[in-house]
């Protein structure tokens, strides 16, 4: 299994796009999130934007969702040939209304752009298959009404991402061992809100799930000019990674 970081950034514009990370594993390549920056992230990196098979939905923000009609219009008119295979749109219940509503903006770009889609809503809790071996489970984050975060696993890999969420100790315990836990750590200390973390929340939830490496995106400007490495070591000892956009890395699938 591959992660590569496409999108550390947030609604505060900076060098870092919106939400975006990709996961391939197997035959699946996974895209969750897709922020605005996203596809043209990948294309700047390098990243198989072509191949991806699936796309999935923490929640509907605009720094999570903007570029998903961006993507359906590069893979119709900003390649030849245009993508002729299918694609499996995934997200929280709710995400087929979503999708009609972009379609209502940008018509067939988004509904009927020369190749299958099938759109599936997972409740929380609600595991699919990918294919190849690979898993998908979503469960409930608080954030906003719909947000979920997403456990993907391939073998003994897994890598379990929050979405954007406030502390909470349950997604935590659902990530307990993980391979690699994906969080977002959106603010300092003193701009703290209910919806989103701080460095020291992270280390909290580090420290129950213990994760074999911690990887955090999701930054706003203020929370980068901590030492957020320090803040995190008082609660979690493994190894932390601050992705940048397009960093990747590779988790051993056993
Ligand atoms: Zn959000
Ligand atoms: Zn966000």
């Not at 699936?54 to 999570?64: G, Q, R, V």
């Not at 320090?230 to 190894?239: K, N, P, Q």
Request: hydrophobic fraction near 45%; include cysteine.
């Amino acid at each position: 299994m591959r992660l590569t970081t496409l999108g550390t950034g947030t609604a505060a514009p900076s060098m870092r796009v919106n939400a975006g990370h990709l996961i391939e594993a197997g035959a699946v390549t996974l895209l969750i999130d897709c922020g605005s920056g996203v596809t043209h992230r990948m294309g700047a990196i390098g990243a198989n934007w072509l191949g991806i098979t699936h796309l999935a939905i923490t929640h509907f923000h605009p720094d999570h969702t903007l570029d998903l009609t961006t993507l359906m219009f590069a893979w119709k008119h900003g390649t030849l040939p245009p993508r002729s295979a299918p694609l499996a749109i995934l997200g929280p219940v709710a995400i087929s209304h979503l999708i009609e509503q972009f379609t209502g903006i940008y018509g067939d770009t988004v509904r009927a752009p020369g190749f299958p889609i099938a759109v599936r809503e997972l409740a929380p809790g609600e595991r699919v298959e990918l294919g190849d071996g690979v898993t998908l489970e979503a469960h409930k984050v608080p954030h906003t009404a719909e947000s979920v975060a997403y456990s993907v696993e391939r073998g003994s890999a897994r890598l379990v991402y929050t979405g954007d969420t406030a502390f909470d100790t349950a997604v935590a315990e659902w990530a307990r061992g993980c391979s690699l836990l994906l969080a977002e750590c959106s603010l300092p200390e003193e701009l703290a809100v209910a919806t989103h973390l701080t460095p020291a929340q992270v280390g909290a939830m580090a420290e129950v799930a213990d994760p074999a490496r911690l990887v955090l995106t999701h930054f706003y400007p203020p929370v980068l000019e901590k030492d957020i490495l320090e803040i995190i070591a008082l609660r979690y000892s493994g190894d932390v990674v601050l992705a940048t956009d397009g960093w990747s890395t590779a988790i051993e699938e056993g």
